[in-house]
């Protein structure tokens, strides 16, 4: 098949080798571009947590260009997060394999509300609420800002070229906003017509949702939300 990976660059260059390898060809069109954000106080967000929770592996590589410290915990939202944790150098990694919930839930089964505050580093835009979960939960939250994701603002000529042609067999969608984002760009193209030949893949239902703004050969969803079952 021929796919569309719409995640960012540093994500959708090893999932397009995963794919190569099972004899799919794809194209990236990285609908959103990550830019890092300063953060003058890391320093004092920093002291005294217990943990460091990350919602994208975005989330951890920004913490690693803002602050040498390896040994902190991780606790991340997935396989893939966890996997760029380790790829930095960080040394205890927890990966909670699904989405805000489950990391919610494995934090507060591994870890102790009274040892410490917690580290969320998130970028701007922020979806679902970790804080709220993990603070009715007995933990102090801090949140720090680290990066922020910037929007494309047409579709890349290859991609329309593909839609346009009926060369395209499936496009993977990885969250709520890229997957409405990615709705709007082909509205505004005139291609929505051309969807009804492709197949959407979301990471979760809510993304399936968002997706479903356009008519589809059909939408599937992942039966659990990471790359891998995807």
């Known amino acids: 098949m021929r796919?569309?990976?719409?995640r960012p660059i540093e994500d959708a260059a090893p999932l397009a080798?995963?794919?190569?390898?099972?004899?799919?060809?794809?194209?990236?069109?990285?609908?959103?571009?990550?830019?890092?954000?300063?953060?003058?106080?890391?320093?004092?967000?920093?002291?005294?947590?217990?943990?460091v929770l990350i919602t994208s592996a975005n989330g951890i590589r920004a913490f690693a260009r803002a602050n040498a410290e390896r040994t902190i915990p991780v606790c991340a939202v997935g396989?893939?997060?966890?996997?760029a944790a380790r790829e930095l150098g960080f040394t205890q990694v927890h990966s909670a394999g699904g989405d805000v919930e489950t990391l919610a839930a494995m934090v507060e089964k591994d870890f102790n509300g009274a040892a410490g505050p917690l580290l969320h580093v998130a970028g701007t835009h922020?979806?679902?609420?970790?804080?709220?979960?993990?603070?009715q939960a007995g933990f102090e939250m801090r949140r720090v800002v680290l990066y922020e994701a910037y929007a494309s603002e047409t579709l890349g000529p290859k991609?329309?070229?593909?839609?346009?042609s009926g060369a395209?067999?499936?496009?993977?969608?990885?969250?709520?906003?890229?997957?409405?984002?990615?709705c709007r760009l082909v509205t505004d193209a005139g291609l929505g017509e051309n969807c009804r030949q492709v197949t959407a893949w979301g990471l979760s239902a809510a993304v399936a949702e968002k997706a479903?703004?356009?008519?589809w050969a059909d939408i599937k969803v992942a039966a659990t939300p990471d790359s891998q079952a995807l």
């Open 3 to 6: 796919l569309l990976i719409t």
């Open 17 to 51: 080798e995963v794919l190569a390898e099972r004899g799919h060809e794809t194209i990236i069109e990285a609908l959103m571009t990550i830019n890092d954000v300063t953060a003058p106080d890391l320093d004092t967000d920093t002291n005294g947590v217990q943990a």
């Open 79 to 83: 396989d893939a997060s966890a996997r």
């Open 126 to 135: 922020i979806a679902g609420d970790l804080a709220g979960r993990m603070t």
């Open 159 to 164: 991609t329309a070229a593909a839609l346009q």
């Open 168 to 182: 395209l067999d499936g496009v993977l969608l990885f969250s709520p906003r890229t997957a409405e984002l990615f």
């Open 212 to 215: 479903s703004a356009l008519s």
